[in-house]
């Protein structure tokens, strides 16, 4: 990252702090301002695990409205697929990849 880069970070992340103190923005609106303008200069935020961070956190919240959601992970039994949905996605027993292949914890190797 420049020096630039930094100074609008810290410029976005600032302001959404000046807010926060007028009552404007919640915790959670902050650290959306700063996901976002770390995007703005590079940063995936999909990079972050976020399996780590309380259910409740704000930090997880802000997270998934960028997209960066814990995965499911479950993999079929023969096929090297891996599900990219959501933990706890429902119906639970219907996985699906990157590449659209679906399957069911049910399936027979």
Known sequence: MSWT??????????EAIENREEGDLSGKDVVYALISALKDEGWDPEDY????????????EAM??????EKCHGEHPVNPWQCEE????HPATRHKD???NTWADEEET
Do not use: W
Request: proline letters at 0%; glycine letters at 22%.
């Open 49 to 60: 695990g976020v399996g780590g961070l309380d259910e409740e956190s704000i930090i997880r």
């Open 86 to 89: 959501q933990a706890g996605h």
């Open 5 to 14: 880069g930094g100074t609008r970070i810290f410029e976005k992340v600032s």
């Open 64 to 69: 998934a409205e960028h997209g960066n959601v």
């Open 98 to 100: 990157h590449q659209g």
